[in-house]
């Protein structure tokens, strides 16, 4: 069989499922209910808001966000109910004020699809295009031996690539001390993780264009796999001068949530990485994002520091890009948390096994949701 007839073999049960299921008011996927929980975890603390939506048919699907609040459930309620959950039709200008439940929304909406189907998301998506996921792992510590325990914790976990925070200067356009502080950390964490490591330089977007250009053109020997939001995007120019003089990459794009600012971004010829935050956007946004991306010759690193759900969304929105470079994952370093996320999802997706991750098989987002650590619900 031909590629492109195998790729529509698989595609087909979806496609069927998409157009049995089109238009409003009645059939097997017609959103009943939509309800939220509030999650926290037991030792760190992690929080985030775990949307559920019910359809006629019994199926439920599953998203995340970082919160929601009891009104803008109800809002959405009232968009979703009784409309046909695709996963393909756009939400409408009544949830774009909520970017957080949209994204949210079009996770859940997504994983019914999968589920009506028995197929996973990625292949409603056009994947598998990678067939793993890399994974990077964001270090958290107050110094560089507190960041170099925590290297040595996520190692144990599998993880070979690591988002490290910068030291950050004493004020702005702070000089040498400021430089040669990071590189020091950069330098030392290199040497204890070994030459099959890569690391990102977590900026913040707390530096002076000034700053941020000394830190770049101190680090480029070093090769980290970018800088991340070195500055705020209030000054394309000035970014864009950095990107035009020095080599290290340029990572943006955690607080967008309209293609338009991305667009100013590529105008700018500022960016290297794009950044699109999970909980904000969702799968089909981001999908948006990346296509513009590739179009420009871009990677497509998604944010992500919530929970394992949007792990699971993470995974399939992976697959089904071409242009995908690595997946931020939560480190979750306590054993209760981490056995507190593979009970809430019902499988431990989130084993990194020499710097990758495995796609999920089962149909939809692949999760089987356990009741008990969802937390309270949101009223």
Known sequence: MRAVEYRRARLAPLLAAQAGTAGAGGGALAIANCRAYAVREPVSGREYAVLKIETAAGISGWGETRSIAAGDLQRAAAVLRGRQATGFQPLGAQLSAMPNVQAAANMALLDILGQFAKAPVYQALG??????????????????????????RAQAAGFRAFLVPMAPPNAPNSGQAFVLANRKRLEGLRAAAGEQSDFVIDCGSALAPGDAASLSAALERLHPLWLDEPCALTNLAAISKIAAERVTPLGFGRSLTRAGAFQDLLRADSIDVFRPDLALNGISQIRKFAALAEANYLAVAPYHEGGPIATAAALHLAASLPNFFIQQIPLAEAEADRRFRAELAGSPLENVTDGYLALPTAPGLGLKINPSRLGKEVA
């Open 127 to 152: 994947g598998p295009t990678p067939h793993k996921a890399r994974a990077l792992a964001s270090l958290a510590g107050a110094d560089d031996a507190a960041l170099l325990a925590a290297l040595k």
